[in-house]
């Protein structure tokens, strides 16, 4: 059986940890590769970026020399156009292009004018704190942890910039398939989820479960089996694995 490579970007402030308790949920034939960006977790002393191509480059190169085909992308909030960005910097190292495109929770990327251009100017520890906040993905006594926010709230803050500071650029498509995931309660518009269709040339899919901006978290099985689902379609398509 040919495993699938599934490479995951994390939404900002994260480091890769956020996908690793996917490993033990997901099907043998489905290879988890959380990806880790430059100032978290083992990359912690490398600088941040606050370019959303440059580092989409940066890390395009250093998954070409181990990158197997065929593998997917996805991608939460910041990380969704981080995975959309990594997409076409692969193929502009001649690497193929996903089977793939998972983008969840955030706008497209050209409908992001009034969805993030606020964050285009790094925002104070109190501004980062409150939203935060507005995301309900922080507890108050982790919030209260001034330990804990000092070594967080620099990564939060070049990511909002790396968002904030994203412009869409005129390219060719892709032609993979692009699947998209929304909270029905989270910010990202059904017109902005909707927009992402124009990214590529192949099929488009687009599916909302409950909850907020971190309904990857709060329904975790239902994000699994939509990725699961997705793939495997690709996977029995081109007669990569046994049909149960």
Not at 19 to 44: I, M
Not at 213 to 239: C, P, T, Y
Request: proline share 5%.
């Amino acid at each position: 059986m040919t495993q699938l490579n599934l490479l995951c970007l994390p939404y900002s402030g994260a480091s890769a940890m956020v996908y690793s308790r996917w490993r033990r949920k997901l099907p043998q034939w489905l290879n988890l590769q959380p990806v880790e960006l430059p100032g978290r977790g083992a990359r912690y002393g490398e600088p941040l970026h606050t370019d959303m191509r440059r580092l989409a480059l940066q890390l395009a190169h250093e998954q070409k020399a181990t990158l197997k085909a065929p593998y997917a992308l996805f991608g939460h909030s910041m990380g969704a156009l981080l995975a959309c960005e990594m997409a076409h910097a692969f193929r502009a190292l001649g690497c193929p292009e996903p089977v793939a495109l998972f983008a969840s929770g955030t706008a497209a990327p050209n409908l992001r004018a009034d969805y993030d251009r606020h964050f285009a100017e790094a925002k104070t520890d109190a501004e980062l704190i409150d939203q935060l906040r507005t995301l309900n993905g922080t507890s108050e006594e982790i919030l209260a942890n001034k330990e804990l926010m000092s070594l967080t709230l620099p990564v939060l803050r070049a990511d909002f910039l790396l968002c904030g500071r994203f412009e869409p650029v005129r390219r060719p498509l892709l032609k993979c398939p692009v699947h998209v995931l929304g909270g029905k309660t989270d910010r990202a518009s059904t017109e902005q989820l909707i927009a992402w269709s124009q990214e590529t040339h192949g099929s488009f899919s687009l599916d909302m479960l409950a909850g907020g901006h971190f309904f990857i978290h709060e329904h975790e099985a239902k994000v699994l089996r939509v990725i699961k689902d997705q793939l495997e379609v690709h996977h029995r398509r081109h007669g990569l694995m046994a049909v149960s």
